[in-house]
């Protein structure tokens, strides 16, 4: 009886023990996640092709040309894009700017630039050392727009001067207007790419067209042409194909 009397207040003595750690046991602090600010997203195009094509004695000609691709998952906005030239002992002696073709650059769309400097102060190309190239970009807003026109039925031919080292390249093609907003043939930038028959770019050429008597309706088409005079005649020679982008952004 005794024992059981004893065994019984044990029993009651580690309950009261056991509720009085429990209702006395601090409450565990509450971990509160603190809200980590998005990371700043750098704005960059990938350069995928690029080639310094200079040639000459006394007047040194040439230019450069670029491929980009857009790999953000949102437009960017090109607001410029230029190159520095420096020489083998590391001095500027130039700087031009490029037309590119488009403005407003799509996820995965390619972007064409090519400039056309005059290098006053180079006497002999091989003393060309390097080009950097600087591109200023935003994000696009709402009211930013551009088109891009489509281009169909491509031709070139060559024609080599009897005397010098010079020729020219002539191009034609077909431009088409697939959006809704007019184009004028006086607003249409044309870039244009050169490719040996490796596939490997060796340069390029811009304009401004100026067919100032024509208006792009949607679904209408017009025919360009352009001449691409004093090439470097080796140049001339490897030309295989061309790719060309063409559009604007104030359009009419």
């Given at each position: 009886m005794i024992?059981?009397?004893?065994g019984?207040m044990?029993?009651l003595?580690?309950i009261?023990l056991g509720?009085?750690f429990?209702?006395?046991?601090e409450?565990?602090?509450?971990?509160?996640?603190?809200?980590k600010?998005?990371?700043?997203?750098?704005l960059?195009?990938?350069?995928?092709e690029r080639?310094?094509n200079l040639?000459g004695?006394?007047?040194v000609?040439?230019?450069?040309a670029l491929?980009?691709?857009?790999?953000?998952?949102?437009?960017?906005?090109?607001?410029?894009?230029?190159?520095?030239?420096?020489?083998?002992?590391?001095?500027?002696?130039?700087?031009d700017?490029?037309?590119?073709v488009?403005?407003i650059?799509?996820p995965?769309?390619k972007v064409?630039?090519v400039?056309?400097p005059?290098?006053g102060d180079?006497?002999?190309a091989?003393?060309?050392?390097?080009?950097?190239i600087?591109?200023r970009?935003?994000?696009?807003?709402?009211y930013?727009?551009?088109v891009?026109?489509e281009?169909k039925d491509?031709?070139?031919?060559k024609?080599?001067?009897?005397?010098?080292?010079?020729?020219s390249i002539?191009?034609?093609?077909?431009?088409?207007?697939?959006?809704d907003?007019?184009?004028?043939?006086?607003?249409?930038s044309?870039?244009?790419l050169?490719?040996?028959?490796?596939?490997?770019?060796i340069?390029?050429f811009?304009?401004?067209?100026h067919?100032?008597?024509?208006r792009?309706?949607?679904g209408?088409?017009?025919?360009?042409?352009?001449?691409?005079?004093?090439?470097n005649?080796?140049l001339?020679?490897?030309?295989?194909?061309?790719?060309i982008?063409?559009g604007?952004s104030a359009?009419?």
């Amino acid at each position: 009886m005794i024992k059981q009397m004893f065994g019984s207040m044990a029993i009651l003595f580690f309950i009261f023990l056991g509720a009085f750690f429990i209702f006395n046991e601090e409450p565990e602090e509450e971990t509160v996640e603190e809200e980590k600010e998005p990371e700043e997203v750098k704005l960059e195009l990938n350069l995928l092709e690029r080639v310094d094509n200079l040639w000459g004695e006394g007047t040194v000609d040439g230019h450069t040309a670029l491929v980009f691709r857009n790999d953000h998952n949102f437009p960017v906005y090109i607001d410029g894009m230029a190159a520095d030239y420096f020489d083998t002992d590391g001095h500027q002696f130039d700087s031009d700017s490029f037309r590119f073709v488009p403005k407003i650059v799509q996820p995965g769309e390619k972007v064409y630039a090519v400039n056309s400097p005059i290098f006053g102060d180079l006497q002999f190309a091989e003393d060309f050392g390097e080009s950097i190239i600087n591109v200023r970009l935003s994000e696009k807003k709402d009211y930013m727009d551009y088109v891009t026109l489509e281009l169909k039925d491509i031709t070139f031919r060559k024609h080599l001067y009897e005397s010098g080292n010079n020729g020219s390249i002539y191009i034609s093609g077909v431009l088409k207007n697939n959006e809704d907003e007019n184009v004028d043939g006086d607003k249409i930038s044309v870039v244009g790419l050169y490719y040996d028959d490796s596939g490997k770019l060796i340069g390029g050429f811009n304009t401004l067209l100026h067919q100032s008597a024509t208006r792009l309706h949607k679904g209408e088409e017009m025919t360009f042409k352009y001449e691409h005079l004093m090439l470097n005649r080796e140049l001339v020679n490897r030309i295989h194909s061309i790719e060309i982008k063409a559009g604007c952004s104030a359009c009419n």
